[in-house]
């Protein structure tokens, strides 16, 4: 069947409202079910030994101290989970990066685990394992580990990118370009030029939910697993794959998800929690402890970024270029890649050009974290961008304005714009009233903008219309923040029923076909496509059995708000026949009513967002306060408001705890010092204004309403707002995220010339 | 491992002295057990003092206020009295974690645990507050200071439990104050901390000062050279220069995860001379 | 190592269990007691997810041994609504979408409950700090900052 994905205007009658969601109550009553809630029947406890050391040689493991442990049933280590990957390297890499083969790559770096009766007899089993380690030198920054003299991660790597093949290993695993024009002729047009070098330290996605699962494989060859993630299918594929499981014998339940922002999206503990349960041949629990949770999962990229920006007087930018090197941990990545293509992707440039590199470090593997790698860039560009328009005397709105992107722009990163959001977002900041409010002493405001791609990708749902005509939803994408309400919101939409009779669920990897993961904003977008489809395929059915009903050509059927209408007057005495009533008939018409989508949602609307802030600084102390925060973004069509002002503010949150507090602190010894809440500082309420948003609607023409994902873009912008906003008020331009005191302090002193 | 909840302070103190292995004190919980959860200590015998009669009170004496072990420290911030005498120790002891922790956590646990960085401490010290230390067949009282000896240790020999915390009862023009620096509004560890008392003459001149720093060296520790600075003073322009500049010196800080060494001695002085404005507002000093 | 027998009382029901000596109240919550919803977020009090009520004071139940409850009183999220009527800020939580994921959902409850059990009033200032020993990553605090005001101004019409 056809589905025709292209936006037509509407007017909507569920989509836009804001219901409660349907996972709402079990969530306030302590109900519902994440990761760690579930149990079974005779179920062993799991616990991962990691190494205490950045970087070192494997020698030997000794495990049989452990073995002969009363209560321990099952003790693994690499050789437990041999190479399948069959040459696919960034499989090799998860299985590494699972279970230390060779070497421990970081502090934290999984070597062996156990499975044991109760959880106090699994510590002691990690400290009856006997480790033989040969230490190696460590690095952890970014820019230490690009030198000749850093110390190699990995000696098969050689640089990818690069003109001429290198002679010699390193640990930048790949230079990557992005842009057009002539930079060196843009330059030479440019009445101003600001240059700049900026810095951001690693920080972590910080989901209040440690990773957890259960796992229990049968002699049988069938296992099952419970666990909290973004994409079960993308588990399923990949611990089937490191186990030599066929992925149809491995069903994986998505629990209740404690949130994720892309640190769901890797498997870690599973592969392992599989591999034990199938050595002891009992259910295997394995939770995360908190400290694990930063040592061993997660982080996103530190990063070390150069930008010059060159403009005419008349505040048109005639070049920019960035180099930015992004740390992937301790395998390839391709992060600077990804802030190479979004540095620039808001305005509209002659001259372009970027330059990503990727680096390796002594630090866990680098993984997604809610629009990956486009915050840092967007931190360099937009810095230097307000540093630019105040050197010109234009104001930095009015500069971003005059360059910014617009519908048939070139994008930096290649692809020509469809009708885009940059620009109305700047015009809504223009006269928003944020930025008319007035200021006092020792406060700044900044504004910034910023871009995410947004993604679609495979998606698959099913509709099931019971016979008393309630509805079945069920999806593959996993709700990680209110989205079975928007995908009911769609369901009764296009059916024309009201959003109380559906019910949505996120099914197992058993009951639907695959779907990608919940990632790159893609839940409700692509989810929603597949929803609508389903519904005019199930509406296709409907109106199929009411021609049968009424005994006249299906053609001459048409569905209008939830009802079957024969159309024509010569049917002028048949009345409409609800949904309920042709699903009750459903048994003798032909059978259960349903609607299936499989599909590849392509055409994921780009999406911008413009923040404000204001920030009063304590000159004397370096503390900072926010006083007030605006976020201004396209949705395309905010299906569920709510739910989308919330991706806002989190992403704003997200954004200020990353600008201000958090990092990774390594010690001199390659371990990392904050593995927990204590002092890997995320925002708490009182450090907090409310988030003030704006929702632009911008229809996306790819989707049947309009709608663009909406997730990811909120935490683009924060890190340079914020920094605009500290860098007016301290009357110093701060260039190292994040801005934490004793950084804003030193500055401020260095400027006293103290 | 065994949990024993004694009825009696010579029955925990006799428990305690006569542990084989390591044994630990519960009360508030909110060091040992996340000490027990890191895997740092594993003892083999847990104390917990909460049903000993009186060491859950804070009682009002001639002398001033006796303040029991195993009292929380939001207790203390209920107590009227006590907040109206000892603002500063109150201020001091409700900022030591989130409301949770207030719940269960305790001055006396605050003090044992030896950080340089609790918060309780310099204000207690800045207070002249005295330990109540009991052993099998021992009572003694000492200074606050004299308990913790660096980071994680303290003087207190094996038996010897620190029953109660007392405070002198207050002068007329008296007052105190209590700062921490820390990088968000709430949950952290202070990264620097001052805690301040002044008591003035009749004519608003400081008569006498304590002024206590904490997270700049391996104790909190009493700054006796600012107290001179202060004495005599309404604290004028220049004497807070001369204390943030005092201060500053008598710092010994580190640097590690939560500050520098430049940022721990540069906001001692600012904090030292924010607190003690505010305990001189306090005393009534104008 | 001998197990602890404790007696207790958990939503008003009397509960008795055995524990180890050095089990926290939230792992014999979660693990003995099947009383899932206070959650685990870092075992060290600093985030919050596992608050209950003990003996009318909020508390971070990893922070407590199993062993203390003997004899005191345990409220949990499980606890808080009365049969099929959801608590105001139950009820509120839902209103706002003062969650996404929901995992901190219940710790914010038990502590907005005791914090307007304490303070029927606050200021939002008061709510942000009454609330600060609570990690959320999703919300950015602002509806659950809306959901408690509103909350409290339907509680005190109550």
Known sequence: MNFDPRYSGRNFTSVGTRPIRPDGVDKVTGRARYGADFNMAGQLVGRVLRSPHAHATIRKIDTSKAEKLAGVKAVITAADLPDLTDGDAAMYDILDNCMARKKALYDGHAVAAVAAVDARTARQALKLIEVDYEVLPHVTDVDEAMKHSAPLINDAIFTEGLEQKPVKPSNVTKRTQYGHGDIHEGFGQADFVVERSFKTEQTHQGYIEPHACVANVSSDGTADLWVCTQGHFVYRQHCAQLLGMEASKLRVTSSEIGGGFGGKTHVWAEPVALALSRKAGRPVKLVMTRDEVFRASGPTSATSIDVRIGARKDGTITAAEATLRYSCGPYAGTWAEIGAMTAFACYKLENVRTVGYEVLVNRPKTAAYRAPSAPMAAFAVESAVDELAKEIGMDPVEFRIRNAAQEGTRSSYGPVYGPIGIGPTLEAVKNHPHMKAPLGKNQGRGMACGFWFNFGGQTCTDLNIGMDGSVSLAVGTVDVGGSRASLSLVAAEELGIPYEQIKAVVADTSSLGYNDMTDGSRGTFSSSMATISAARNAIKVLRERAAQMWDIPVDDVVWEKGHAIAKGEKYDNLAALSLKEIAAASGKTGGPIAGHSELVADGAGVSFATHICDIEVDPETGSTRVLRYTVVQDAGKAVHPTYVEGQYQGGAAQGIGWALNEEYIYGKDGRLQNPGFLDYRIPVCSDLPMIDTQILEIPNPNHPYGVRGVGETSIVPPLAAIANAVSNAAGVRMTHIPMSPPRILAAIEAERGG | MRYIRPLSIEDAAGLLAGSAGTAAILAGGSDLLVRMKGGFIEPDLIVDIKAIDGLGEIRETAEGFSIGAAVPCAVLGENTALQKAWPGVVEAAKLIGSKQVQGRCTIVGNLCNASPAADSVPALVAAGAKAVVVGPGTRRTIAVEAVPTGPGKTSLAKGEIVEAILLDSRLPRSGDAYLRFIPRTEMDIAVVSAGVNLTLDEQGRVKSARLALGAVAPTVILVEEAAEVLIGSKLDEATLERLAKVCSGACRPIDDKRGTIEFRRKVAGVLAKRAATTAYARAGGK | ?158
Do not use: W
């Not at chain 3, 008003?12 to 685990?40: H, I, M, S, W, Y």
């Not at chain 3, 997810?49 to 004071?57: E, F, G, P, T, V």
């Not at chain 3, 959320?136 to 109550?158: F, L």
């Open chain 3, 1 to 158: 190592m001998a197990g602890v027998a404790v007696s207790t009382t958990i939503n008003g029901d009397n509960v008795e269990f055995l524990c180890q000596p050095d089990e926290t109240l939230l792992d014999v919550l979660r693990d003995r007691l099947g009383l899932t919803g206070a959650k685990e977020g870092c075992g060290t009090g600093d985030c919050g997810a596992c608050s209950i009520i003990l003996d009318d004071r909020l508390v971070c139940s990893c922070l407590v041994l199993g062993a203390e409850a003997e004899g005191r009183h345990v409220e949990t999220i499980e606890g808080m609504a009365h049969g099929d009527r959801l608590h105001p800020l139950q009820q509120k939580f839902l209103e706002h979408a003062a969650l996404q994921c929901g995992v901190c959902t219940p710790g914010f409850l038990m502590a907005a409950k005791d914090l307007l059990a304490k303070n029927p009033d606050p200021t939002e200032e008061e709510i942000r700090f009454g609330l600060a020993g609570n990690l959320c990553r999703c919300t950015g605090y602002d509806k659950i900052v809306r959901a408690v005001q509103d909350a409290a101004s339907v509680m005190k019409g109550a």
